[in-house]
C-alpha cells in the first residue's frame, strides 16, 4: 500500500486538503490528465478545498496494480499535501 492510501471498501482511498479550490481543482486536472494517459480513471469527490480519491478496477471488480501505478502517479502530483 502507497503511503497516504487505506482500503476502504475494496478501494483504495486518499483524500488531500489544499488552501483553496482553485488549487484543489487544479491539481484534479493535472491527476486528469496522467489518468487519461493510462486509461484508468479515479472516482473522486472536490468539496472546497478537498479532494477525495477512490482507485479501484471496473474490470476486475476490485483493485489491480492499475490502482497502484496511478496511486504513485498522483502522489507525485501531491507533494506535501496531508490527509
Known sequence: MQPHWALVDDKVERTLRFRDFPSAFGFM???AI???ALGHHPEWFNVHAAVKIHLTTHEVSGISTKDFQLAQRIDALAPGRYE
Open 29 to 31: 486536472s493535472s491527476v
Open 34 to 36: 496522467v489518468a487519461e
